[in-house]
T-cell receptor
Framework: QKEVEQNSGPLSVPEGAIASLNCTYSDRGSQSFFWYRQYSGKSPELIMFIYSNGDKEDGRFTAQLNKASQYVSLLIRDSQPSDSATYLCAEGGLYNFNKFYFGSGTKLNVKP | DAGITQSPRHKVTETGTPVTLRCHQTENHRYMYWYRQDPGHGLRLIHYSYGVKDTDKGEVSDGYSVSRSKTEDFLLTLESATSSQTSVYFC????????????FGSGTRLTVV
């Protein structure tokens, strides 16, 4: 059984700070990782994905993957109150009917 | 908005009754999925489909069945609803079978009393 672990939070950061969200996974063979944002009462929406070790940047977001240590992180620079949401980490997809295993999410609060 | 809709949005049903949730897409995507979301458990895969009449079980499929007779529709049936099936159900679609993010529907909040 694959496991994706996230700290449920809440993680509170002041506006303008860097928010760091972390995720660990159990399957050493996992290849691809996705981050979704979910506002309260809404459906998840894709933020970004990462396949290779290292960093991947997209605007204010940076995903980091370390396969040796089996963790994935999402950094949000210049955090805004509108970033307040639950962030879901997911792994899987490759050669597996695009099925994903999701973590339970980390709730982020950005305080003005 | 992406062309994926779920119906109903909310439903309250009694224990032991059958319930069918519908997911409809206009994107002509081959892959469709049903997940449930519960506090502390995140999203868990119930069933998925990789084509018309092609479906398979996910990690929490007991008590659920699915059907896909058309590309655009994927139905989830709770054969005899139980209180443990009270949850938020999300349908998702994917263009590819590898490394593609999902587009999710708006969700169905189901309460079994």
């Amino acid at each position: 059984q694959k496991e994706v672990e996230q700290n449920s939070g809440p993680l509170s950061v002041p506006e303008g700070a860097i928010a760091s969200l972390n995720c660990t996974y159990s399957d050493r063979g996992s290849q691809s990782f996705f981050w979704y944002r979910q506002y309260s009462g809404k459906s998840p929406e894709l933020i970004m994905f990462i396949y290779s070790n290292g960093d991947k940047e997209d605007g204010r977001f940076t995903a980091q993957l370390n396969k040796a240590s089996q963790y994935v992180s999402l950094l949000i620079r210049d955090s805004q109150p509108s970033d307040s949401a639950t962030y879901l980490c997911a792994e899987g997809g490759l050669y597996n009917f695009n099925k994903f295993y999701f973590g339970s999410g980390t709730k982020l609060n950005v305080k003005p | 908005d992406a062309g994926i809709t779920q119906s109903p949005r909310h439903k309250v049903t009694e224990t032991g009754t059958p319930v069918t949730l519908r997911c409809h897409q206009t994107e002509n995507h081959r892959y469709m999925y049903w997940y449930r979301q519960d506090p502390g458990h995140g999203l868990r895969l119930i069933h998925y489909s990789y084509g018309v009449k092609d479906t398979d079980k996910g990690e929490v499929s007991d008590g659920y069945s699915v059907s896909r007779s058309k590309t655009e529709d994927f139905l989830l049936t709770l054969e005899s609803a139980t209180s443990s099936q009270t949850s938020v159900y999300f349908c998702a679609i994917s263009e590819s079978d590898r490394d593609y993010g999902y587009t999710f529907g708006s969700g169905t909040r189901l309460t079994v009393v």
